[in-house]
């Protein structure tokens, strides 16, 4: 059995564990344990040093739903964080083989030939689920869904793969929260 097919059978019986959830008496998403899989609970807020945690430890996004039209919000997020240091990554089969703010566009994840620590997701709440098996395939550590994407199913599936997942955020938004203010070398 290749390393990707033992990959896909562990989370495959992972996925079955009994999802458990713990909300604190302020109203947050916690993590808990059901089988030794970590769920978060994303009908609740999420703890400032669950997402600080994520973007101080990732370095290489993979952007899907990338565009090269200045007027969406998808190329001024990947501004931003491209500007704030992040190797970015466009991924879009329309534009594979052009550029994005001079950054090579793939046609999918499996088509990046290193690795990659995060999939930032642009595409609608029905797309997360195949997004998610994506992102399993490649190893990434991270499944971020951007404002307005939001699939249970894709959720427990990457976190029953060991991935951390959060929904209906913008990493650029939790950028510039006061917890993150130091990473960006900034005055509080």
Same mark, same amino acid.
């Given at each position: 059995m290749s390393a990707k097919s033992a990959k896909k059978?562990?989370?495959? =019986? $992972? $996925? +079955?564990?009994?999802?458990?959830?713990r909300k604190s008496s302020k !109203?947050? $998403?916690?993590?808990?344990?059901?089988? !030794?899989?970590?769920?978060?609970?994303?009908?609740?807020?999420y703890p400032s040093e669950y997402l600080a945690d994520i973007l101080k430890s990732v370095k290489t996004i993979a952007m899907v739903g990338a565009s090269?039209?200045?007027? +969406?919000?998808?190329? =001024?997020?990947?501004?931003?964080?491209?500007?704030? =240091?992040?190797d970015m990554i466009p991924v879009n089969p329309k534009e594979a083989g052009g550029e994005i703010r001079g950054l090579p566009v793939f046609e999918s994840l499996q088509a990046i030939e290193r690795p990659i620590d995060m999939v930032q997701?642009?595409?609608?709440s029905d797309a997360l689920l195949g997004v998610a098996k994506d992102a399993i395939d490649v190893g990434a550590k991270v499944l971020w869904a951007q404002i307005g994407v939001?699939?249970?199913?894709?959720?427990?599936? @990457?976190? @029953? $793969? !060991?991935m951390k997942v959060v929904m209906n955020r913008c990493p650029k938004i939790e950028l510039f929260r006061p917890f993150w203010k130091p990473r960006l070398n900034q005055q509080i």
């Open positions: 059978s562990k989370s495959k =019986g $992972a $996925a +079955k564990a009994t999802r458990t959830v !109203g947050s $998403a916690k993590s808990s344990t059901a089988s !030794g899989v970590h769920y978060m609970d994303h009908d609740q807020e090269s039209d200045p007027t +969406k919000f998808s190329y =001024g997020v990947l501004r931003v964080l491209h500007e704030t =240091g992040y997701v642009f595409r609608t939001r699939n249970d199913e894709a959720a427990r599936l @990457a976190e @029953a $793969a !060991g």
